[in-house]
């Protein structure tokens, strides 16, 4: 990664821009320009990744993509970035592999890794007007099953799958950006700016009733924080995804 990205002047006012939040002007009229960031998952068909480190991955490369001096001031991305980030936000997770991957990486964006899986986000935009090379990859269809990824990591943050809604991996990957965008935008400066030298390396998990209560009860007391979904696919309007919390050890921030 560029080091410009973590020193140059623009960094806290793209944090700023983060940190404000986001879909106060809603939907366009015009269908063809709901605005959408395109996700691609690299899942080949021999020795696909763990759906834990897709989803890492896909949670760095979403911040990473909002925190990129090119949606800056005057960045080449900015003006996508702002009508995507200030409308109702929409994530687009699609699969590819082979040369489908090879073609993704032409099209302006970030790509990320985690464990040997990698994820790109692309530059947001109308979904009336996605690349062709982006429109002709899989939405739905291949998924990837739960794994026991191990101990919860204690440096780095957390991002835990509501594991009752039984979301797909495209789902579940469009979330945890969410996630890793709200976890961002509520961080110190200093300290989004430390998470962002550290690769937005992060770790995902799933969690079970018991957990889930546990996290939710966190999130009441403004110590973790929750994603809540629009539901336009897959689970119920209001629906909890995905709950955020800080590394277990304080010192590392």
Not at 35 to 61: E, F, G, N, Y
Not at 202 to 223: H, I, N, Y
Not at 232 to 237: Q, R, S
Request: glycine share 10%; with cysteine; aromatic share 6%.
């Amino acid at each position: 990664m560029d080091p410009d990205f973590f020193t140059d002047p623009g960094f806290s006012e793209r944090h700023a821009e983060l940190a404000a939040g986001y879909g106060g002007l809603g939907d366009p009229e015009d269908p063809a320009q709901v605005q959408a960031m395109q996700m691609v998952l690299h899942i080949p068909k021999t020795d696909p990744p763990a759906r834990s480190d897709v989803l890492a991955a896909a949670a760095a490369a979403a911040v990473a993509l909002c925190l990129d001096p090119r949606v800056g001031s005057e960045g080449e991305w900015e003006q996508r970035y702002l009508a995507w980030k200030r409308s109702r936000i929409r994530k687009v997770a699609r699969r590819a592999r082979g040369a489908q991957w090879a073609a993704a990486n032409e099209v302006p964006g970030v790509t990320f890794e985690s464990g040997g899986a990698l994820v790109r986000a692309l530059a947001p935009g109308p979904v009336g007007s996605v690349d062709a090379r982006i429109r002709r990859l899989q939405i739905g269809g291949t998924d990837l099953e739960s794994d026991d990824p191990g101990p919860v990591p204690l440096d780095v943050p957390v991002f835990w799958v509501n594991a009752e809604l039984g979301m797909t991996v495209g789902k579940a990957a469009a979330q945890v950006g969410h996630a890793s965008m709200l976890f961002a935008g509520a961080l110190p400066v200093e300290q989004a700016r430390t998470w962002a030298e550290r690769g937005f390396a992060c770790a995902v998990r799933e969690a079970g009733p018991d957990q889930w209560q546990m996290l939710r009860a966190a999130v009441t007391r403004s110590a973790a924080t929750a994603v809540r979904d629009a539901g336009f696919t897959e689970v119920a309007p209001g629906s909890t995804t995905v709950i955020a919390t800080r590394p277990a050890r304080p010192d590392q921030w």
